[in-house]
C-alpha cells in the first residue's frame, strides 16, 4: 500500500517505521528536519520536509498514487486542512485525521472525516483501568 503520512513525531514515526517494516511504500512529511531522527536507521521509507497544505508538496510525496493519507501533526486545523485537501482535491481512498479537541472531532466526523481523537481515547482507557478491565498496549511485556 501507498501511504503518505503528515507530521513525523512520536506517533507519526512510530507509525511510519511499522508500516515500513510491514512492506509498505511510506512517505512522511514534516516541516522539521530533525524530526526525521526519530525514524531510525532501518527506514527504507522516503522522508520529506515540507507542509502537508501545500499541494505542489503533496504531489512530489506521491499523494495522487496513494492508496492513504494520515495526518498526525500536532496541530488539529493543519491535520483537518490537509485531510481535506487529500480526501477532496486528490481523492484519497483512505485519510485519516488525528484531531485532539473531542468537540472538533464530532463535527468534522460528521463532515465524512475519518477521525481520531487520542483525548477520548486516553480518557476511556484510563476509565478501563480505574474499573479494574483489561486494556491491550501493543506493548511488549518482560
Given at each position: 500500500m501507498r501511504i503518505v503520512i503528515l507530521g513525523c513525531g512520536r506517533v507519526g514515526s512510530t507509525l511510519a517505521t511499522m508500516l515500513d517494516a510491514e512492506g509498505?511504500?511510506?512517505?512522511?512529511?514534516?516541516?522539521?528536519?530533525?524530526?526525521?531522527?526519530r525514524l531510525g536507521a532501518d527506514f527504507n521509507g522516503?522522508?520529506?520536509?515540507?507542509?502537508?497544505?501545500d499541494e505542489d508538496v503533496l504531489r512530489r510525496a506521491g499523494i495522487e498514487q496513494a492508496d492513504a493519507f494520515i495526518a498526525v501533526t500536532n496541530g488539529d486545523n493543519t491535520n483537518i486542512m490537509s485531510s481535506q485537501i487529500a480526501r477532496v482535491i486528490f481523492k484519497v481512498p483512505k485519510v485519516i485525521?488525528?484531531?485532539?479537541?473531542?468537540?472538533?472531532q464530532e463535527t468534522y466526523r460528521a463532515l465524512g472525516l475519518e477521525t481520531?481523537?487520542?483525548?477520548?481515547?486516553?480518557?476511556l482507557t484510563i476509565k478501563k483501568v480505574l474499573e479494574g478491565k483489561p486494556i491491550e498496549t501493543g506493548a511488549k511485556s518482560a
Open positions: 509498505h511504500d511510506v512517505t512522511i512529511l514534516d516541516l522539521n528536519a530533525d524530526q526525521f531522527r522516503t522522508a520529506m520536509v515540507g507542509t502537508g497544505i485525521t488525528r484531531i485532539y479537541d473531542p468537540v472538533r481520531i481523537c487520542p483525548t477520548i481515547i486516553g480518557a
